[in-house]
DNA sequence: TTGTACGCGTTATCAG
DNA sequence: CTGATAACGCGTACAA
């Protein structure tokens, strides 16, 4: 649009100068109640539009940050972005979102845009590059918050859900309900979460006395969960439940299991990790474990705002999830066609179905 | 980050002007290719970043477009998104993602701060504010693509999906089925692809010479719809079939059903709308209505880029949709339990409890 | 309380 | 082929 108003224009239109002006939009300084009316009033008068490009290559800094994610498809991610973008308002920051399907080149060129617009900071969840490349972005002045990962190397402030506990859980939870042979279908290889949603997992079942189960790869997204599931009923070891690293492959696994003639939870049972609002409304509603959301969001907001205050990055923090329990998740079921022996209450799960647990275990 | 290099750095480096360095690095002008050899590399040495800030303001552009939507919770907006950013991508342009709620007021600040950070256009879905306001916008110069909604009153380019013919075929399908009495849950009233999908479903019932089936109201949101298929089952009318105005929607109905107590699709057919990833992975997999995501999208920004380099705006486009058939419809069950005479065709819903709106609703 | 003058980093116009 | 010079719109010491 040529020849928008500015400050020049109110300056002419009132009398006064560029500076006063200035001031008085901002409530600045000290100008007498009346030129802040006068300059109110024509500047409503003229339409006038503050130039926040302008503005941003004055003061080097634009008032609003980033929020870097890997695939918006994921369902748990919509939801965050809405609790992020709430606590950033409350800060008077606008978020750009910026999702980089978990290409490293992707975030590379991402946060280079960034910074060349005076986006002062990032929120980043399941950042893919290195730490060496976060270390040098940070050195270069750049405010990285890591959202949902371990700042890797410990390369930048971050927050992040226990996954590790959750993990610990959920997989305690199929314990409980009498399960024995629980397999496990974990994210992408390499990243902190899907490592330690295992950990937690391999460490309960250890604690049981038990090898973890079959376990299977998936990248998060309901096809990847089909597919695993797929492979897991076909790899010739038995499971009567499954643990998923997230809602999403959880919800995939559960279509796989039904068409592979399997009911669930009677046959087998299945927890998933996020809860997402989705899995309320799947078939059955799914057991998972809650991710705090708002508390996540607003944790990480508020220290990249302390970040862009000057204040020091601070030691990570850890949140604590919560196990919340649907229709997907029951006993065992009893008896397994064709196999008459009760399980062995320790060591390895033996070929094919087991039964109902003792109490030794625990 | 203070210091950052600047042309002048590079002009003092290489003994040239700040202009020369400015046309070299962007491969401009004559310039003898010794000095841009000479440019570029003490740019790569002294790692210059070239400022957008600074640029925007003095081309007054920024080279990236908005993409505003209601509520990226809705599983088929990220697939847009994506559709989107990787039209753009093409075109070299960055999208800046905004999600609105649905609230106009959020729109309209949307909006502002676009024009006030020189972004140069919006592709935008579910617009909520007036024609009139978006007729304002684009008088003073912004250009915007309304995409899934008419642009009302022609007030902006367009193109949206056949709404219509989706609700029509969707409708068709259950009638060739053998549904008679098939209820529809809508989306919010006010919507143009609210009473187009529904116009669709009322023209077809017209046509098989059927009264329209009960009716209720959702947000889109599969709590919504929950919601309505709980309405239906308990407003006193009797239906075999329900078409849903979209996916999420549908995913909540079938939850409601179920626990209802009703088998799908064999005492009750749904369909729904979009074909997002999800229905193909819900038990039963989910009979739907597919729009046409990348056209979509490629049209949307195509007319976009067009704008912004100064075309005059086309006539809306209307694309194709297609039905997707898969587990969630059927014949309807032969015998209704309880009830002894076949549905009437037409009818006064019974009083209590219904939801039936009548067209004026709309 | 208000005004002057300059800087932010880049592009564009017009001379050389 | 290259170099001054002036915008672009706003913020801010410094001065009045």
Redesign the interface.
Known sequence: ??GATTIYDLARATGLSPSTVSRALRGIGDISPGTVARVRDSAARLRY??????R??AVRG?DSFALMLPD??N?FF??L??AV?LRARHHGK?V??C?T?GVPEAEGEYL??L????IEGVVAMGLAITAEEIRRRVG???KIVALDRAAAGGSAASVQADHRAGGWTATDHLLELGHRAIAHIAGPAGLSVTTERWEGYRDRMHEAGIEPGPLAHGDF???SG?RAAQELVSCGRRFTAIFCANDLMA??A??AL?SAGLELPSQVSVVGFDDI??G????P?LTTIRQPLAELARVAVDLLVGLLHGEESPEPERLAVELVVRESTAAPPRLVVGLGAPLATSGIAPRGGEDVRSREDF
């Not at 539009?49 to 302008?54: E, I, S, T």
């Not at 910074?115 to 005076?118: I, L, V």
């Open positions: 649009m040529p539009r503050p130039n926040a490009v302008a941003s290559l634009s918006i498809a369902p919509p939801a972005v809405k973008q606008t750009l979102l999702n399907e280079e845009m910074a060349s617009r005076q270069s002045g750049m997204s309901e096809s089909h919800l995939g559960i279509s039904r609002e989705l309320r409304y799947a078939v509603a």
